[in-house]
């Protein structure tokens, strides 16, 4: 299977801060990533995929790009309610897989 | 808007069967792939299975081939997932998941239910 890394673990930002997460794939996977956020005991929230188009209705502070092997994940004027577990996931190749997460903390 | 509501979930033996189901509502159902995925606890995410918006493409992920069986009714606007010989192993919460783009099976989650949570423990 397609090993998705993220980088890093975890990070610890402050309001208003701009923060970059990193995603790398053992394969190439084009540009079929996807960003998802999670909070604690809710379902995943897609936010972007074909790696830079953001899911409708999906805040334009968040920003994904990269292709290939490497993505990243950038969010602005980190707010409260960003405060979140965020997970890539690569669906070009069988079976699409999803990364570790990175949790994303306040400082 | 969207809603998909997973139900079934429950605390079973090792060997055993359960049953889940997802109820859709706010979008045409019968239009689109549909996936489960699921998470082990305070663990990430693992895709499980996916179904075409009528049926005629099925594909699991190795580690429930053979056990799993999932299954859709258009009529009901309902996913169903058939899990058996439980593991300790497949212990975690499920969420059912809908597909971005009708027609096509692209494995781009768009929305997700809430999910249920199944223990296998003896």
């Known amino acids: 299977d397609t090993q998705m890394t993220q980088s890093p673990s975890s990070l610890s930002a402050g309001v208003g801060d701009r923060v970059t997460i990193t995603c790398r794939a053992s394969?190439?996977?084009?540009?079929?990533l996807a960003w998802f956020q999670q909070k604690p005991g809710k379902a995943p929230k897609s936010l972007i995929y074909a790696a830079s188009t953001l899911q409708s209705g999906v805040s334009s502070k968040f920003s994904g790009s990269g292709s290939g092997t490497d993505f990243t994940l950038t969010i602005s004027n980190l707010q409260p309610e960003d405060f979140a577990t965020y997970y890539c996931?690569?669906?070009?190749?069988?079976?699409?897989?999803f990364g570790q997460g990175t949790k994303v903390e306040i400082k | 808007q969207v809603q998909l509501v997973e139900s079934g979930g429950g605390v079973v033996q090792p060997g055993t069967s359960l049953s889940l189901s997802c109820a859709a509502s706010g979008f045409t159902f019968k239009n689109y792939a549909m996936h489960w995925v699921r998470q082990a606890p305070g663990k990430g995410l693992e895709w499980v299975a996916v179904?075409?918006?009528?049926?005629?493409?099925?594909y699991y992920a190795d580690s429930v081939k053979g056990r799993f069986t999932i299954s859709r009714d258009n009529s009901k606007n309902t996913l169903y997932l058939q899990m058996n010989s439980l593991r300790a192993e497949d212990t975690a919460v499920y969420f059912c998941?809908?597909?971005?783009?009708?027609?096509?099976?692209?494995?781009?989650?768009?929305?997700w239910g809430q999910g249920t949570l199944v223990t296998v423990s003896s």
């Open positions: 394969q190439y996977v084009s540009n079929y």
């Open positions: 179904i075409s918006y009528d049926g005629s493409n099925i």
């Open positions: 996931q690569q669906y070009h190749i069988f079976p699409p897989t």
């Open positions: 998941a809908k597909d971005r783009v009708n027609y096509q099976v692209l494995y781009e989650l768009d929305y």
